[in-house]
């Protein structure tokens, strides 16, 4: 987030797109409802009629996997009638001219082609966005898992930038992450071709910086794979073993037939985990650790805060610290990794993070600090990017609407979205396990409208069939005014009805992210 959760409140406009945020993150939903009743203007733009949208001035329904053509919409008529800001374009940007020309042929009526959204509606949030003061953007999954995830935050980045709406307060590109630590495992260079705080493993310099720390020589400059890499790696053989750290890929992962058959292709894997899991169930070995509720140290959240997370309880005597385990198996591997405890890893982490630097556990005792906090003096950054960007100017990429992986046909007629439900988390590993919360949500549901309802002959309850080119399964129908003619929405939760057996595992060129959002399928009666 450019942004901190705070200043959502704050904003003129909050436009928000493929993120159910009342119930993927109910809390920071809270400051979007305040500022509408405090009359800011929201805007929804999601393929599904998600409740936020009730606190919306306007819904805008776009088809599925179409979201640069809306964003590039916005950008023509922005430009088209003189509305963008060209003293922040002209000192703070690059490339303008390039996107001009992109954006000149996705005129209102051409992008409601693509996107179903109405033309008035383009204009009409396209001129409410470049005039407010400050606008905010608000997105999450339903952006980034698509084959043009990347390009989709891009575009939107692009949007911002035209318009000024970067760092000042109220404004931003805020992505809701979709965890409670996404954003400190990311910042640790828990991605594939970074060290932390996204200091790339090619170059040289930073190698060295942490051969010196490390007291190692030799570090590798070819840059590791994404899971969805590594699954395809294991399917061909090319990978022998897999250790999996508090992850459930046989319920998240895309095309789970084909993965666990990747899974079980391995010759050895090891899966560290707080429960047993439906990837635990095919382990060689499993490692049971302590819950979040057991350790010491921080989490990074959302909005680059550094927060305190302090023991609460013990773990259950076979489980221990994440951390602990792993230095047992470095020493066994013939590197001696040995911490005291949290606190001397997080100095070291500070020592070798220049974002983290400046932070202490005594200065986040009471109050988060978000980083860039480059020493102890300085206060942490709420808002980036208020003189210059990470690269100086900011870039601005000309994009082009491109159509998923996968589109309807006679064969499978609708387009699946999956998503999350209030009461569940992920894959349910821990949620499963209270029951209350089973109660509101027992089992796998399938989302479809009236419209489709009525054609299908169906109606809610009705056990049905749902299957794709990749697999099938069965679950009982809901009819819902959430879902519009032609989308099915299905929630990834659930082990039994697996939703990830239908999904495309096709990826982002960039990202390696699945299109979790877009597939085709088909509907019919259980039988």
């Known amino acids: ?9 704050t904003s003129d406009l ?97 992008v409601a082609e693509i996107t179903g959204i109405a033309a008035d509606d383009i204009i ?24 043009c995830g990347t390009d989709n935050v891009k575009s939107l980045a692009n949007l911002s930038m035209l318009c000024g709406h970067l760092g ?32 790339a493993v090619t170059k040289d310099d930073i190698r060295q910086n ?30 022998k073993s897999l250790f999996i750290i508090g992850e459930n890929p046989m319920v998240s992962d895309p095309d789970l037939n084909h993965a666990k058959k990747a899974l079980s292709n391995l010759e050895f894997l090891v899966v560290q985990d707080i429960f047993e899991t439906e990837t635990t169930a095919l382990a060689d070995v499993v490692l049971p650790a302590a819950c979040f509720a057991e350790k010491d140290g921080t989490f ?64 986040i005792d009471k109050v988060g600090i978000h980083w860039p906090c480059p020493d102890e003096n300085h206060p942490g ?31 499978y007629p609708f387009i699946l979205t999956t998503g999350r439900v209030l009461y569940h988390y992920h894959t349910r590993t821990m949620t499963m396990r209270t029951e209350g919360l089973n109660i509101l949500s027992p089992e796998c549901f399938v989302e479809i409208s009236r419209t489709d309802a009525r054609k299908l002959g169906l109606d809610t309850g009705d ?7 990749r697999g099938r399964i069965s679950a009982k129908l809901k009819v819902s005014h959430k879902a519009v003619a032609g989308t099915v929405f299905i929630p990834f939760h659930f082990a039994q009805s697996a939703a990830n057996e239908l999904t495309n595992a096709k990826l982002d060129p960039t990202a390696k992210i699945p299109e979790l959002k877009v597939c085709a399928i088909n509907i019919g009666p259980a039988a």
Request: proline letters at 6%; hydrophobic letters at 35%.
């Open 381 to 411: 950054t709420p808002i980036l990017h208020t003189t210059q960007f990470t690269r100086g100017k900011g870039l601005f990429h000309a994009i082009e609407h491109q159509p998923p992986a996968e589109v309807p046909d006679a064969d």
């Open 300 to 363: 990074t959240n959302t909005e680059r805060r550094v927060q305190r997370v302090r023991k609460a309880v013990d773990a259950p005597e076979d489980a221990r610290l994440d951390w602990e385990i792993i230095c047992d198996i470095a020493r066994r591997m013939g590197y001696d990794m040995g911490y005291e405890n949290s606190h001397e890893i997080f100095k070291e982490i500070c020592a070798v993070t220049p974002s983290y630097k400046g932070i202490t556990w005594e200065r």
């Open 14 to 110: 909050i436009l928000v797109t493929g993120s159910n945020t009342t119930e993927n993150h109910p809390v920071l939903s809270t400051f979007m409802k305040r500022a509408a009743l405090k009359g800011k203007k929201m805007y929804v733009i999601d393929p599904r009629h998600i409740k936020l949208t009730d606190n919306a001035a306007k819904w805008l329904r776009p088809n599925p996997g179409t979201d640069i053509a809306w964003i590039n919409g916005l950008m023509h008529v922005i430009i088209k009638e003189d509305l963008h800001d060209k003293t922040f374009i002209a000192q703070r940007t690059e490339n303008f001219e390039a996107l001009e020309d992109v954006v000149a042929a996705y005129t209102p009526e051409h």
């Open 124 to 147: 009409e949030v396209a001129r409410e966005f470049a005039s407010a003061p400050a606008a905010a953007i608000c997105y999450c999954m339903g952006i980034t898992q698509h084959t």
């Open 463 to 469: 056990l049905v069939n749902v299957s794709s080119r």
């Open 210 to 239: 942490y051969e010196k720390a490390w007291n190692v020589t030799g570090m590798s400059a070819t840059p590791g794979l994404p899971v969805t890499e590594m699954i395809e790696k294991a399917y061909s053989g090319e990978f």
């Open 1 to 9: 987030m450019t942004n901190t959760i705070a200043d959502i409140e």
């Open 168 to 199: 000042k307060p109220g404004g931003g590109v805020n992505p809701l992450r979709g965890q409670n630590n996404v954003q400190g495992a990311c910042d640790m260079g828990g991605l594939p071709n970074v060290f932390t705080a996204y200091q």
